[in-house]
């Protein structure tokens, strides 16, 4: 009797793995076309010489020697990402959770506050570029205007400046603040009430209320805050090659090439490089190598955080 049902459970086992597959496909293609064929096609041109317009060949790790031994940019980019990503990162979790403390402790206006912390963020990332590199402007600047007024005589040149260049790059993150604030303010709004009344029964402080209470019911949204920070940070761009470009005073027009990282490199990042490799210099094995070496520290990073110790989730989430 079990031998007579055996074809027909077959088959009832092969429609059901026809049909989860069926569900799966939307993610298998995006995944295969968008993640798992861009990651193999650059290993495998890492190893191999391709200018874009000639067949590719193959010259072993010469790519990779010459990316991380004797490539002079290399580094300095390499650092200035690192330290985007270690000061960016935690300026931006902390600025984005204090606005949000601040706001859901306001009674009076919390609709006007939290528009004039969410509308920069609103803003495309080119026009907020060029809209701050014009507020720190040193000869023009409003900033600096406003500096001078009140006493000080050498205000800072901002972007002009290699040791101002990233903490301004930073500056112009928390102006954009806006999203970790909704973030953190739905976090903050979850946070039940009755456990500040019993903590404020038991004699608990400001302080001993944000530890004990707040802190342990918004750890996975700080986390959530930290990781995709960190991952947004290691492809940093768009607003340290606009910055870079309108600080120098270069203008730019059909067919002018400009090296990224003005000034004096400090705001060359990673992702600059590998455009500045691939599709100016048209050396696509050493942009592959750069691409390949920003995702494993990418990866690294992310996998340290996601670890509960290492982490920001503590043993009993």
Request: net charge neutral; proline share 7%.
């Given at each position: 009797?079990?031998l007579s049902h055996a074809p027909e459970l077959r088959r009832k086992h092969r429609r059901t793995r026809l049909r989860t597959l069926g569900f799966l496909s939307p ?291």
């Open positions: 009797m079990a993610w298998l293609v995006g995944f295969s076309v968008f993640f798992a064929y861009p990651l193999i096609a650059t290993v495998y041109f890492s190893f191999m010489h391709y200018n874009q317009i000639k067949e590719p060949t193959f010259v072993g790790l010469r790519n990779w020697t010459y990316v991380l031994t004797q490539m002079p940019l290399f580094g300095p980019a390499l650092w200035n990402t690192l330290w985007l990503v270690v000061v960016m990162v935690a300026l931006r979790v902390v600025f984005g959770l204090g606005i949000g403390m601040l706001i859901t402790k306001i009674k009076t206006g919390v609709g006007l506050f939290r528009t004039a912390f969410y509308v920069p963020y609103l803003a495309p990332p080119v026009a907020a570029t060029v809209a701050f590199v014009f507020l720190l402007s040193p000869g023009s600047g409003p900033v600096n205007e406003i500096l001078s007024a009140v006493g000080i005589e050498s205000p800072p040149t901002w972007f002009n400046d290699p040791a101002w260049a990233k903490p301004s790059l930073v500056m112009l993150s928390l102006w954009g603040i806006g999203d970790l604030m909704v973030i953190f303010m739905a976090a903050l709004l979850d946070v039940p009430k009755e456990q500040y009344e019993a903590a404020e029964l038991d004699g608990a402080g400001a302080w001993a209320r944000f530890r004990y209470v707040t802190w342990p019911s918004i750890t996975p949204i700080v986390m959530f805050a930290v990781v995709t920070g960190v991952v947004q940070t290691m492809q940093y761009y768009t607003q340290a090659l606009v910055a870079g470009k309108l600080a120098s005073g270069i203008s730019v027009g059909p067919g002018t090439v400009i090296q990224p990282g003005y000034p004096d490199h400090a705001t060359l990042t990673v992702p600059q490089l590998v455009y500045s490799l691939g599709f100016q210099n048209f050396n696509t094995g050493a942009a592959c190598v750069l691409s390949l070496v920003l995702f494993a520290i990418a990866m690294a990073v992310t996998t340290l955080l996601m670890r509960k110790r290492a982490g920001l989730l503590s043993a009993e989430d």
